[in-house]
C-alpha cells in the first residue's frame, strides 16, 4: 500500500459516564449461568433422543413444550429410561428455577440502590424530567415494591436508562463528559491517562429556544421597524419582478418595492431605509410586508447561530435596540432573568435544579407563548429549553511510537472505505445523471436540488448506503485483505472516525477497532467545549484545507443548526436553502453563483469562472443523499459487511476490527416468554449462536442500540419489550469486552471511544504499510 494515513495533533475523548462494574452488578451469578448452560445440553439431549425413536413430530412437539414452560407429555412407546430422563430434567429445571427467582429477588434492592445514587438520579432529571418527576422518584418513594408486572414494567424502564448512563459514549452533561487527547513526540509509554484538571459543566439554552425568544422579539410591533430585511439569495431580481425560479416563486415589483430593494443593502433596517426614501416608516414597512410573505424580503432578528453565545447573541440584538423603545426595556429584562436563572442552574443541586427548571420553563413559555418541552419522555427524544456538556477528569497522551503503530493500523480500514466510498459516490453519480435524463444545459444548484427531490432518487438516513455481501462464514473471526473491494484513485482524503482501543489480557498493548468512519473535519464545533485553544483544536483540518491540492475547490454547504450540535467550516461556503434571516451567511457563494453540469460520468460542480468544486457535508445524512453525494469531496465511508445468512463474524481489515460480530434473527423465540422462560429462551440463544454476556441490541423499529445482559433479568425484560415489537432483531457482541475496558477510575472501568482527525495527503513519497495489531 503506497497510501498513510496520519493522525492528527488532538483528538477527542467521548466516554460513559458511570461504570461499566455498575451493570455488571446486575446480573446472576455465574453458578446460575452455567446450571442453565448444562440444562439445555440435557434438554437437547432428550430431544435428540425422541428423534432417534423415528419420532420427528415428537421431538419438534418435546422442543416446544418445553421451550413454552410446559410438562410435555411423551408416548407410550418411548422407553422408561427416556421417561426417567425427563423427570430427572424436569427436577433439575425446577430446583434452577427457584434458584433464578431467588437471585432476582435478591438483585432488585441492588437495582434499586443504583438507582437511588444521586448522580444517577440527576442524569435521569436532565435526561427527562416528566420521567424523574412520574417514574424515578415514585420508584425510589417509600418502601420496595411486590414484584408485579407493574413493578417489572418500572424496573425494565430503570435499567434503560442504567444501560444508556454504563455503556453509551454519548455526550451529554456529566453522564456524558467531554475529553480531548493529544499525540507526543515522547517514545516511553503508549496511551497515557493523565487528570484533566477540568471538570466544569456548561448549561446552555437549546438553539431551538434561543429561535422562538428570537422570534417572539421580532413579533413586538414597535421593534420590527429596527430589524434588518434581508434579500433571499434564492431570487434573482430584475426591473419589475423577482422570481425563483426553481421553486416556482414569483414577486411582482412595483416602483417603490424596487426604490426600496435598492437601499437595503446599506440600510437594512425600515428606520434607516425611511430615511433615505425620504418617507414615513409605516410606508417602508407596507411596501416590504407583500415582499415578505413572498419570501424575497426576509425580516428578523439577527443572531449568531453557530455558537456557544448564541443566547447572549440575542441579548446583544436586543440591547442594539434604540433605548426608548419600552420592548426594549422589557426584553432586556426577560432575557437577563432567564440568564440568572441559567446561571444558577449551572451550580445548582438536584433539588434546587428541579424547582429552576420549572421557573425557567415558565418565563419561557410566558415570553414567547410556546411550550417548554419537546417529545418529553422519550429516552433519546427529549428537548428541552436547556442542554449542559460536562468535562471529563480524563485526559489522554500518546507516544510516538504507538501513535506511528496506530496509524498503521487504521490505514488499511481507511483505504478500504476510501475505496467504498468512492464506488458508492460512483453509483451516486450515475443515479443522478440517469435522473437528469437527456439534459445537457448546466443548472443552477437550488434548480438541481429541487429536480431531483427524494422521490426521485433513492437512499435515507435509515438505510443510507448499500451493504457488502459476502459469504455466509461459520467462523467467529474473519480477515479480510484492504483491498478487497478495490482501491481509491491517488489524492488527499480526510475522515472523522470514531476509534475504540481494547486492552489485551496480557497487558501487551492494545487492539484496535474502527467503530464509524464519518466523512467530516475536525472542526470547531459543540465538541469543543472545554478545549482551550480553538485554533488547536481545527489546526489539522486547516493546514490540510489550506496546503493539500485536493482541498482545492471544497466549499462548505451551509446548513441550519440543529438543536446544540453545530459545525464551523473555515473556507468558502455555499447556501443552497433560505428559510429565515438566520440563513443569510455575508460572503457565502448562492445557488445561482455556481452550476451543475451533467456530463457522462455524472454531475460536476462548477463556480462562476468554470473551477471545479466539491461540496463539504456537514451531516452524515447528506453523506448518503444521492444529489448532494454526487457533488461531495471524494468520500471516505464505513463500508456496511454483511453475510447473505444470519452470522457476520468479527471482521479485521490491516491491523483492525472494522466489523463486530454480528446476528440476524427473528424476535419470536424472545417475544413471548416471560420470566424465568425468557432466562432460558436467552440462554438457548446464546448457547447456539455463540453470543457474550454482553451484547447490543437493535430492532427492526428502533434506531437506537440497547445493551443487553443475558445474565440481567431487568435486560431480559428489555429484551423481551423490544423483541414484541418488532420482527426482526441484530445483535452485535460488545466489543471492546468488558475485560477489554481499560479507562477507570476508583469506581470502576468505563466504555469509551476516540473520535479522531485522520487525513491523507496528496501524494508524498509512498510508504509501504503492513497491517499490524498494536
Known sequence: MSERWTLGDVFVLRHAGFPFDWLESLGVSDAVVEEARQLLVEERALVDAVRAHGDDSGSQALQDALERGLRPALKPRHDPALRDSLERYLARRESLQARYAQERADLRPRLRERAADPAIQEAVFLSSPAMFDNVWARYLRGDARKDTSDARRVERQVYTYL??????????????????????????????????????????????????????????????????????????????????????????????????????????????????????????????LPLVKGALLLWGLPFRPNDFTTFESVRDAVAALPPELEARTRWLERLDTLARLKAEFESADLSRRRVLLLELESHFTQATGKPARRGDGQVYADRLILYEEASSPFRLRFGRRFTEELEAALTGPLELSAAYGEKVQRGFREQVRDALGSDERPLDLLDYAVRLRPDQVSGSRFSPVPPVLLDEDAARHRALPWDFLGTSTPGGRYALPDVCLAAKQDGSGFEVMLARVHHHLLLRSWLSAFFPSKERYSAVASRWLEADPAARGLVGLSIRRRNKGFYVFPGRRLVYSVSDVLDVEEGALTPSDVKVVPTPQGPRLVDGHGERLHLYLPLDDFSSYPPFAALAHPQVLHAPLRTKGSHLPRLSVGGAVYQRERW???????????????????????????????????????????????????????????SREAERLSVEEMYPAPEQLWLQDARGRYTCELRMQLTRWTAVSPQVFQGKAL
Open 163 to 288: 444501560q444508556r448512563f454504563c455503556a453509551k459514549n454519548e455526550t451529554t452533561s456529566f453522564f456524558g463528559p467531554i475529553s480531548y487527547g493529544e499525540r507526543t513526540e515522547e517514545d516511553g509509554f503508549d496511551v497515557r491517562t493523565v487528570p484533566s484538571g477540568d471538570t466544569r459543566r456548561r448549561t446552555f439554552f437549546s438553539f431551538w429556544a434561543v429561535t422562538e425568544l428570537a422570534r417572539a422579539v421580532g413579533r413586538e410591533r414597535s421593534v420590527r421597524a429596527h430589524l434588518p430585511l434581508r434579500l433571499n439569495p434564492l431570487f434573482t431580481v430584475t426591473p419589475g419582478r423577482a422570481a425563483c425560479e426553481a421553486l416556482k416563486l414569483e414577486v411582482p415589483l412595483s416602483e417603490s418595492a424596487e426604490r426600496l430593494l435598492a437601499v437595503l443593502k446599506e440600510h437594512p433596517t425600515p428606520t434607516a431605509a425611511a430615511k433615505v426614501l425620504g418617507g414615513a416608516v409605516e410606508d417602508v414597512e407596507r411596501s416590504a
Open 664 to 722: 440476524e434473527l427473528s424476535s419470536a423465540r424472545l417475544a413471548k416468554a416471560t420470566g424465568f422462560d425468557l432466562f432460558l429462551a436467552a440462554q438457548r440463544e446464546r448457547n447456539e449462536r455463540g453470543w457474550p454476556r454482553f451484547v447490543f441490541l437493535r430492532s427492526s423499529k428502533e434506531r437506537k442500540p440497547y445493551l443487553i445482559d443475558t445474565s440481567s433479568p431487568f435486560a431480559l425484560d428489555l429484551l423481551s419489550h423490544l
